[in-house]
């Protein structure tokens, strides 16, 4: 927020626990879903594609299989959009395959309110009937204003509503690392 | 960039800025149109109105589409069976309109400024589909989005716009936002139809069709409206084809890829040749189906920029 001052509190996560997190929740993928047959990954705009893009790169190392990986921009799905003060700029959706009897895995960064991941999942539903939906996230901070939980997480954090967590990716923002920030 | 308008009036009150991010976010809904579900709920709950003072099947039809895959409900209003006829003014049909609670309403007329007019006494939104011989901005963006989408950039491309420019809403939104995206522009019709100080819009003249085509990246052919203008400057259908329709043999000396645009509907044999119009370098209906996206944009934007307005004035 502009004009806002907000405070860095604590480091969470840096290069090698995120690293090592996206590794761990990779193997659980495979180990519930049993290998990587009808899988595949949908990261959310825009931090949750890149982490969807190295956890299939994981995959892909311990597996040695390829999971197809979408990109889903759920701006039209969402509940808030009027009570965004900065209009969210909508960016394309690109999932190039069919998830009809595929066992979806959702990923995001951070999991909060569950709000993105209830519009995500309705976004999900206008490409077919997958066979499952999973939720993989690298924090989870709790606050949910849905029933909604994450079938893996990287970490899960306590925090404060006035608190934000911020991932911040090498891909999006130049270094890996995660970090606690307060409004103050 | 943030979108902060209520209304879509004009090109000529627009950006640079502000057409990119119509062209953006256009590009994001054409995907949307591509899908199984062609539906998203962006809009839902929202009210559009098609108010439409002309005759218009493609631009309602168009927008109606637009409208529904954003799940906004849609009614149309053909002025020749409401309650215009009885003397309403346009004011109060549109005072009417907002106390039903609408969010949008897209109109179509025939006195240039009636869009900007109407905006100026609503608090909902106004969408131009075109006002006399003004404007027709949806009609531009969505030609400009397919140059793009077929050339890669506006930037530095030469384009060519013929037929009645004084009479062309199309052309003249064209000009704008052609002219704005660093595009130089010619315009080509006989003298009579050449409105005066038409170069003051910044654009080149010429009522030599192959001169228009001869090294043009792309020509975007207006409709002849003969049935619009009976004592029409030109007499002759047959006439203009002969000196300025566009032929297979006039293409050949111009850009093998020129791309050649039409708004529609075609008169076959009249503007071009049945051949040019289904030939390679015609990207006729991909205008129509790019129509879809550009007003998905524009309504998605007008309605989130009138919810801003709104919280502005708390």
Redesign the interface.
């Known amino acids: 927020m502009p004009g806002e001052i907000m405070k860095e509190k604590a480091k969470i996560l840096d290069k090698d626990t995120i690293n090592r997190s996206l590794m761990r929740i990779a193997h659980e993928i495979l180990e519930k879903n049993k290998g990587t047959k009808d899988l595949c990954l949908v990261g959310i705009r825009n931090r949750g594609a890149h982490l969807a893009k190295r956890l299939a790169g994981c995959i892909e190392q311990i597996e040695k299989e390829i999971v197809p990986v979408g990109i889903l921009?759920i701006?039209?799905?969402r509940d808030d959009?009027?009570l965004v003060?900065?209009?969210p700029?909508?960016?394309?959706?690109?999932i190039g395959f069919d998830i009809s009897g595929k066992n979806v895995v959702l990923v995001d960064d951070v999991l909060y309110t569950g709000r993105t991941i209830r519009a995500a999942m309705?976004?999900l539903m206008?490409?077919?009937r997958a066979k499952s939906v999973q939720l993989a996230v690298l924090i989870d901070r709790g606050h949910r204003e849905l029933p909604i939980r994450a079938d893996y997480a990287g970490k899960n954090i306590p925090t404060a509503q006035k608190e934000t967590v911020e991932v911040r990716l090498e891909e999006s923002d130049g270094a890996d690392e995660v970090v606690i920030v307060e409004k103050d | 960039m943030n979108w902060a308008k209520k209304d879509l009036l004009g090109l000529e009150y627009l950006t640079k800025e502000e057409i990119e991010l119509i062209l953006s976010t256009a590009e994001s809904f054409k995907e949307v149109s591509g899908r199984n579900i062609k539906k998203v709920p962006a809009l839902r709950g929202k009210t559009v109105v098609n108010l439409f003072y002309e005759p218009s099947t493609r631009t309602r039809v168009s927008f109606e589409v637009a409208a529904k895959r954003l799940s906004a409900d849609v009614i149309n209003i053909a002025v020749e069976t409401s309650s215009v006829k009885k003397g309403e003014t346009l004011v109060d049909t549109g005072r009417n309109i907002e106390a039903l609670k609408a969010d949008i309403i897209v109109m179509r007329h025939n006195c240039s400024g009636a869009a900007t007019m109407l905006a100026r006494h609503l608090n909902i939104s106004v969408v131009n589909a075109g006002d006399g011989w003004h404007e027709h901005p949806t009609q531009a963006l969505l030609d400009i989005f397919t140059l793009k989408e077929k050339l890669g950039h506006i930037e530095g491309l030469n384009v060519s716009i013929a037929g009645d420019i004084a009479h062309s809403r199309v052309a003249r939104s064209n000009i704008w936002g052609l002219t704005k995206l660093g595009a130089k522009v010619k315009v080509c019709a006989p003298k009579m139809l050449i409105p005066p100080e038409i170069e003051k819009m910044g654009v080149g003249i010429t009522d030599n069709i192959d001169e228009a085509l001869k090294g043009a990246d792309a020509i975007n052919v207006l409709r002849m409206q003969f049935e619009r203008d009976e004592k029409a400057a030109f007499p002759q259908a047959l006439e203009y084809f002969k000196t300025f329709g566009i032929t297979e043999e006039r293409l050949k000396k111009a850009k093998k890829n020129i791309v050649v645009m039409h708004p529609g509907p075609i008169n076959r044999g009249i503007e071009m040749s049945s051949e040019v119009a289904d030939g390679v370098n015609s990207v006729i209906l991909e205008q129509v189906t790019n129509g879809i996206a550009v007003r998905m944009a524009v309504l998605f934007l007008v309605a989130q920029g009138h919810d801003k307005n709104g919280q502005d004035t708390d």
């Open positions: 921009d701006t039209l799905y959009l009027t003060a900065a209009h700029v909508v960016h394309k959706t690109e309705d976004a206008d490409f077919g």
